[in-house]
């Protein structure tokens, strides 16, 4: 473990992936904190997700994603990002600057058996979870793609499975940077 020392990983994908989860799990293994942009969001408002949406709209949240991304970057923690993070160029370009990001990739059937209308996700709180799901895949795959260093296909892994997985990558991935130096 002492290799990956000093490593502060984002992860990014999907709502219901596991960021927050796993996140918590790898920042116990990294002896790091936790920063998930949601809950920093939240205390930041002093409202819940739902309500800055009825409030402020998705683009008032969305600002205040850039401004939550940007006050953590670079902190020492483990980030869990919101899962529309990759939507704003601004975000992407932060994201694409810090090493190493990973995308948490989940199939859009897997998940919408976990989150299915989860009133605290505005996005799909209305509607049939699995179409919004695959809709949002579609337009978030490709960017989850261009900001991540390295992507889990996370298929039938669970949760002990991926952190094992994300800890060998890191591993490898600290070796590499290493002997490039
Ligand atoms: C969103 C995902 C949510 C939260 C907000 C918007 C999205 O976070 O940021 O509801 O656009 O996919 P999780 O991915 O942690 O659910």
């Avoid at 939240?42 to 940007?70: C, N, Y």
């Avoid at 795959?141 to 800890?167: H, W």
Wanted: net charge positive; with cysteine.
């Amino acid at each position: 473990m002492g290799r990956i020392k000093g490593v502060t990983p984002v992860l990014i994908g999907l709502m219901g992936s596991g960021k927050s989860s796993i996140g918590r799990q790898l920042a116990r293994a990294l002896k790091l904190g936790l920063l998930d942009l949601d809950d920093y969001i939240v205390a930041q408002a002093g409202m819940s997700i739902p309500d800055i949406f009825a409030d402020r709209g998705e683009d008032g949240f969305r600002d205040m994603e850039t401004a939550a991304l940007r006050a953590v970057l670079g902190q020492r923690a483990v980030i869990a990002s919101g899962g529309g993070i990759v939507m704003r160029a601004e975000n992407r370009a932060l994201l694409k600057a810090h090493s190493p990001v990973i995308w948490l990739k989940t199939a859009p059937e897997f998940l919408a058996r976990r989150i299915n209308g989860d009133s605290n996700r505005p996005l799909i709180a209305a509607g049939d979870t699995l179409s919004r799901l695959q809709q949002l895949a579609g337009i978030r795959y490709p960017l989850y793609e261009t900001c991540a260093d390295f992507t889990l296909p996370r298929g039938d892994m669970n949760k002990k499975e991926s952190l094992a997985a994300i800890l060998e990558l890191l591993s490898d991935w600290k070796n590499e940077t290493c002997a490039r130096v």
